[in-house]
C-alpha cells in the first residue's frame, strides 16, 4: 500500500518498531511474541504458532526491503531459525521426501490433512522460506539458517536450508493436488474434502502462490523441479478463475473480508494477488488464460470495492455475517481488503480501485495506538449503531 500512499509508510513502521520492543527469547535463543499475555504458560495460545511467526517474519522482510533498517532483516532472520527448529516433520510422498508440521500430519497411519494456503498453511510456510532464502542467499544461508544438530524427534538434518525445506513442502503439496473445474484444488485444513476457498490465506490461491514462487527459487538450482511446479501452479489458476467467472453473488458481499470466497484469507480478494503473478509469468505461452484472469480480477475487486461502507470519512467492509463488527486484520479483515485493492488497481490501471484502497486504509490509521516508538491495532471495531 506504501508505495501508491506514501503517507502510510510511518504505520507500518510503527507496527514494526512495536513488535521488536515486545520481542520474547528463550534459553535456547529462540525468539517469539506472545498472541495473548492472559493464557496461563503452556497454554497453545500463549505463543504465536508457526503460522503467526511466518507472517511476522515476512512483514519484517518486506519492511527491510522497503526502507533497509537493518533491525528489520536481522528480527526476521532471528525468527527464521526458531521457525525452522520448530515446525519440519519429514513424509514420504510420490514426488520424495517432503516436509509438513504438526498441523497438518497425522499420525498413527491415519490420513494427512493438509493446511492449504498462506494462513493456517504450507503456503505460508513456503512463502516464509523462500523469503528467508532470498534475504540470505547462498553462503550465508548456511551460516545463518543452520537447523539444530540435533532435532531426533522432528528426524532433521544439520544441512536443511530454507530452500530444501520449502522444496519438500511443495512435493508434499503436489501430492495432495485433487482435479476439479478444469484446474487444481487441494483439501482444505484438516479434511480430504476439495476445498472451495481458494484464498491466498487457507485456499487454492495461496498454494498456488507458493507452487509459482517454488518455481522461481529452482529456475536456476533444479530446472526439473520447477517445470514439475509449474503445472500445479497453473491449474489453480485455471481452478480459481473458473470459480470467480462462474460466481453468481452481486455486491455487497456479506463478508467482503472473507467468507464466500472474497478475502485475502478466506477467498479470491487474496487469490487475485496471485492470479496477477500468475499471468505475468504465462503471458508469453497462454493468452486466453491472461484474458480470463484479467476479467477474474476485474470482477473480484468491484465486488469488494462495492461492499465497502463510509465511516468517518474513511471506507470500511464490515462483516455482516460473523461478528457484526469491523476487523482490520490481514486474513479476514481490511488490511486484506486494502492489499487486494491496492494490487488490483496497479494490475487494471483503475485509480477508482487504488483509491478505495487508499480510504480503507485511512480507517485503520486512525485507529492506530501509539505505544513506544510504535504503533498497535486493536483487530477489532464495533459498528455504529
Not at 163 to 183: I, K, N, T
Not at 205 to 232: Q, S, T, V
Request: glycine residues 12%; aromatic residues 8%.
Amino acid at each position: 500500500m506504501s508505495e501508491v500512499a506514501p503517507e502510510c509508510d510511518k504505520y507500518w513502521k510503527g507496527a514494526l518498531n512495536w513488535l521488536i520492543s515486545v520481542a520474547q527469547s528463550d534459553e535456547r535463543g529462540h525468539v517469539y511474541w506472545y498472541m495473548s499475555t492472559s493464557a496461563p504458560k503452556g497454554h497453545p495460545n500463549r505463543r504465536i504458532g508457526i503460522p503467526g511467526m511466518s507472517h511476522v517474519i515476512r512483514m519484517f522482510l518486506a519492511g527491510y526491503e522497503r526502507c533497509g533498517d537493518g533491525r528489520y532483516r536481522e528480527t526476521a532472520l532471528a525468527a527464521t531459525r526458531t521457525l525452522v527448529e520448530r515446525c519440519a516433520r519429514r513424509r514420504r510422498t510420490r514426488f520424495g521426501t517432503g516436509y509438513a508440521w504438526s498441523g497438518s500430519y497425522r499420525p498413527n497411519g491415519r490420513p494427512p490433512g493438509l493446511l492449504a494456503g498462506h494462513s493456517h498453511g504450507l503456503g505460508n510456510l513456503i512463502d516464509t522460506l523462500l523469503d528467508a532464502y532470498g534475504a540470505t542467499r547462498d553462503d550465508r544461508l548456511r551460516a545463518e539458517l543452520r537447523l539444530a544438530e540435533t532435532m531426533p524427534d522432528l528426524e532433521l538434518s544439520d544441512g536443511t536450508t530454507p530452500l530444501s525445506m520449502a522444496d519438500g513442502s511443495l512435493r508434499y503439496v503436489m501430492s495432495a493436488a485433487r482435479e476439479a473445474r478444469g484446474g487444481y484444488v487441494w483439501p482444505y485444513m484438516r479434511h480430504e474434502a476439495k476445498s472451495k476457498n481458494i484464498g491466498y490465506g487457507s485456499g487454492t490461491g495461496g498454494i498456488g502462490w507458493a507452487l509459482l514462487r517454488g518455481a522461481r527459487a529452482n529456475h536456476k538450482a533444479d530446472p526439473e523441479f520447477a517445470a514439475e511446479c509449474m503445472p500445479y501452479a497453473n491449474g489453480a489458476a485455471t481452478y480459481a478463475v473458473n470459480m470467480v467467472l462462474g460466481y453468481q453473488r452481486t455486491a455487497p458481499l456479506p463478508n467482503p473480508g472473507g467468507d464466500a470466497g472474497f478475502g485475502v484469507c478466506g477467498g479470491v480478494g487474496g487469490a487475485g494477488h496471485f492470479l496477477m503473478l500468475c499471468a505475468d509469468a504465462v503471458a508469453p505461452r497462454d493468452g486466453d488464460l491472461v484474458g480470463r484472469i484479467r476479467a477474474a480480477i476485474e470482477k473480484i475487486a468491484n465486488l469488494v470495492a462495492g461492499s465497502a461502507v463510509e465511516i468517518d470519512g474513511a471506507l470500511a467492509c464490515p462483516d455482516w455475517r460473523h461478528f457484526k463488527r469491523i476487523n482490520i486484520a490481514l486474513d479476514y479483515g481490511q488490511t486484506g481488503v486494502v492489499l487486494g485493492l491496492a494490487a488490483a488497481g496497479k494490475y487494471l490501471d483503475n485509480p477508482e480501485l487504488i483509491d478505495a484502497a487508499k480510504k480503507v486504509a485511512d480507517y485503520m490509521a486512525q485507529r492506530a495506538v501509539r505505544e513506544g516508538d510504535g504503533h498497535k491495532f486493536a483487530q477489532f471495531h464495533p459498528l455504529a449503531r
